[in-house]
């Protein structure tokens, strides 16, 4: 069975940092890309973050460019998120997701999320 | 960059079909997903490349993907089938773009 579990996430003033975490299980982790999306509080779903499988591709959304950066250790199955300068704007629920490829497509499991709220 | 557009709700009787659609440029040259959210859940991948169906999938659920508008279709709606949908699509420009979900009313 697979298994996604996102650690994390907590209360933050503006400007801090926070480093995000996804335990994968379950199945091949260096065998497919790797992404976060976020949900805010009532909102629909973003992209955030994509990682290949041997993290030779990256991209990020606009919005969090130059601020986020997505990594791998597939020797320890896992998948992080350190987010800078965090805003108001990135309060949400953080999902990490796999795909159904190695460069990235589709999510075709995710987890339960981890809450980010950025608060002073 | 790349926009999807969806409606913001569908209504369906049940035991009757519901359609979403998912509007975009040129969409029928791209591959198009599909997710169900159900409230405080997160999402279930229920087509992928258009017209595809994950594993423990329903055949009631279906997609289809030509011209500017991908579809996708609910058989025989449940009540359960209650949820907000979600299209997305792999840009090569905007690289993942999401739909603004649609709520789906079983009545």
């Known amino acids: 069975e697979v298994q996604l579990v996102e650690s994390g996430g907590g209360l933050v003033q503006p400007g801090r940092s926070l480093r995000l975490s996804c335990a994968a299980s379950g199945f091949t982790f260096d065998d497919y890309a790797m992404h976060w999306v976020r949900q805010a509080p009532g909102k629909g779903l973003e992209w955030v973050s994509t990682?290949?499988?041997?993290?030779?591709?990256?991209d990020y959304a606009d919005s969090v460019k130059g601020r986020f950066t997505i990594s791998r250790d597939n020797a320890k199955n896992s998948l992080y998120l350190q987010m800078n300068s965090l805003r108001a704007e990135d309060t949400a629920l953080y999902y990490c997701a796999k795909d159904i490829t190695r460069l990235g497509e589709s999510f075709d499991q995710w987890g339960q999320g981890t809450l980010v709220t950025v608060s002073s | 960059s790349y926009e999807l557009t969806q409606p913001l709700s569908v209504s369906v009787a049940l035991g009757q079909t519901a359609r979403i659609t998912c509007g975009g440029k040129n969409i029928g040259s791209k591959n198009v997903h599909w997710y169900q959210q159900k409230p405080g859940q997160a999402p279930v991948l229920v087509i992928y490349?258009?017209?595809n169906r994950p594993s423990g999938i329903p055949e009631r659920f279906s997609g289809s993907n030509s011209g500017n508008t991908a579809t996708l279709t609910i058989s025989r709606a449940q009540a359960g089938d209650e949820a907000d949908y979600y299209c997305?699509?792999?840009?090569?420009?905007?690289?993942?773009?999401f739909g603004g979900g649609t709520k789906l009313t079983a009545l």
């Open positions: 997305q699509v792999w840009d090569s420009s905007t690289v993942v773009v």
């Open positions: 990682i290949s499988w041997n993290s030779g591709s990256i």
């Open positions: 490349r258009d017209s």
